[in-house]
C-alpha cells in the first residue's frame, strides 16, 4: 500500500514582477525524505520553500499537507519583533520539559541564549532560528541555507543531529560537503521546471550535465529541422502553395517552439589577472603573538608564505581567524614578534562582512565611485585590469540585467552582494588574493569557476572558509586556529588536514557512536553461536585491529610534519594513501567484529 505524502504540491503556478517563476508545478514530500534542493541563485528556491511552509501563496494549484502533520521553516531572515533575547525566541512555543532542547543545540550551534536581540547579528539571529527549528522536530523541515554563519564544527554538529532525526528535511545549501552527508534525494529547479531524482547530491552533477546534453541534441535537431523546412518553403512554396498550407504552419510551430525554449543562464564570466609578479617570498611571521583584553588570540606562531601558495585558514567562530590574517597582512600590530612582506605585493581583498558595499548605492555608483575603478571624465567606464569598460557591460558578466544596475545594493540577494564584490575584486591587477568567507551564498556553478579561477591565479591566496569541500579543491596548506591561541600549519587541503591531526576525545566519541562499544571490549573467545572458523577469526581480529591502530597512529606522526608535503612530495601522497587504506582496513575489521560479537552472542 503506497504511503500518503507529508506534502504534495499540485499545478503550483506564482508569478513574480511579471516573469513567471513556476508554471504547472507538482512534486510530492513523503515521510523520512532527506532533500537537496538545488538549483541557480535567483531560480526560485527559497520562494518554493516559502510556498511550501505556507507562506507564499500560489497563483494557481493546491499546497497539501498530511492531517495533523507539522512543518517547521528557518527563515533567512527570521521576525524577532517582540522577544528580548535570542533565548526568548527559541524557547517560545515549547512546553517546560523541552527547553533543555534550545540549551543543548544552542551548545552544538554556539549561540548565546541571552544575548539581546537588538544587539544580536545576523548570523547570531539566524543560529538561533535554527536553535529553535531543531528543538521543536517538526515533521517536515524547510532548511534555508542552514550552514551560513556556522563555523565547521557547528556544521559537523547539525549534520550528525540531521542524520538521525525523524523528520523529513529538504535544505538549501551551498555546501557540498554537507549535501553530500544528508541528501538522499535532490529537487533540481532550472528555468521553472523542478525535477526530482531519487539520489543524493553526490550525482547531481552527473545527472545536470546529461540533461543538458539532451537539451541541446535536441535543440541541435530542431534547428536542422527548421532550416529544412524554411528552405523547402522558400523553394517550393509557390509551385505547392494550396495543397501545402499545413506543411507551412508546421514551420511556423516549429519556430514557435524553438522561442518557446528557454535558454540557459550561463555563469558568470568571471576572470582573475595577476598584475607583476610579487618576490618569491610574500609574507614571513616570525613567532607572532596576539591578546586582546587580556585574552589570548595567538600563541607564538612563524610562517613563510611564498609566491604561489594557496593557504586556507580554518577554525571555529571567534577563535581568531580573521585576526591571524590581519596580522600577515599587516592591518594590525603583533604583541610580540614581526611580520615582513616580500616585494612588489599587489593585494586585493575579499571581505566577509561586505563592508567594500553602501546598501544604499546603486551597482552603478558602487563600481563608478570606486577610487581604483573610476576613469577620469567618464561616468559610465569602470577601469577593469587596465582597461576602460563601460559598467552596465561589466555587471553583466557577474549576471546583473540592465535594471539592476541602477539598483540599491541593498535590494540584492546573498549571493548576488557576493557577486558584485567579486566584480569589484577582480577589476583589479593582483597578485596577492586575500578572500574571507567568499563562498558564502554562491550556486555551486560559480563555486565551480571560482575554484577553477584561484587554479589558474599566478599569484598567492590567502582564504578563511568554512566550506570543507571548496577548501578541499583549493588549498595547498592549512592553517587550524584549534583554541587557546594555539595555531598550527598543516600539508594539504581540509582533508589532509583531518588525517594529520591528532584525533580529540570528543571526535573519537563521535567515531564511536555508530559502532557499539562492544568493539572497544574485544572479548578473546566466544564459547557458543559460532562455526571454527568464525570462533578463531573473532579471536584474532583483536590483534588485527591493535595493529591497524598502531600503523595508523605512525602515519599520522609522519604526517604531522608540516614541511612534508613541499619537501617530499611523492612520500607524503603515499603516506596519505597508506593512511586511507589503514582507516578503511579499521572500520572493516571493526565492523566484522561486531558482526561476529553479535552472532555469538545469540
Known sequence: MARAPL???????????????????SLVIQLGDRVALVGRNGS???????????????????????PGSSVGYMEQDPDMTGFATLGDFATSGLEAGELYKVERAGEGLKFDPARAVQTASGGERRRAALAKLMAEAPDLMLLDEPTNHLDIEAIRWLERELGTTRSAFVMISHDRAFLRELSRATLWIDRGMTRRQDKGFDAFEAWRDKVWEEEDQARHKLNRLIKSEAKWAVEGISARRKRNQGRVRALQALRAERAAQIKRQGTAAMALEAGPKSGKKVIEAEAITKSYDGKLILKPFSIKIQRGDRVGFVGP??????????LLMKEIEPDMGKVSHGTKLAPAVFDQARAGLDPDMSLWDSLTGDKEMRVSGQADQVMVRGAPRHVVGYLKEFLFDDAQARAPVRSLSGGEKARLLLAKLMARESNLLVMDEPTNDLDIETLDLLQELLDDYDGTVLLVSHDRDFLDRVV???????????????????????AQRPEKAEEKRDKAQPKPAAVEARPKAVKTGLS?????????????????????????????????????????????EALVTRQEALAAAEEEWLTLAEKAEG
Open 7 to 25: 506534502l504534495q504540491l499540485t499545478d503550483i503556478s506564482l508569478t513574480f514582477g511579471g516573469d513567471p517563476l513556476f508554471h504547472d508545478l
Open 532 to 576: 571454527f572458523t568464525e570462533k578463531h577469526r573473532l579471536e584474532a581480529l583483536p590483534g588485527e585491529i591493535e595493529r591497524l591502530e598502531a600503523e595508523i597512529a605512525k602515519l599520522e606522526e609522519l604526517m604531522a610534519d608540516p614541511e612534508l608535503f613541499t619537501r617530499e612530495p611523492v612520500k607524503f601522497r603515499k603516506a596519505s
Open 317 to 326: 567562530n571567534g577563535v581568531g581567524k580573521t585576526t591571524l590574517l590581519k
Open 44 to 66: 526560485g528556491k527559497s520562494t518554493l520553500m516559502k510556498v511550501m511552509a505556507g507562506l507564499v501563496l500560489p497563483d494557481d494549484g493546491q499546497v497539501s499537507l498530511s
Open 476 to 498: 595547498t596548506t592549512t592553517i587550524a586556529m584549534e583554541g587557546d591561541g594555539q595555531a598550527v600549519a598543516y600539508a594539504g587541503g581540509w582533508s589532509d588536514y583531518r
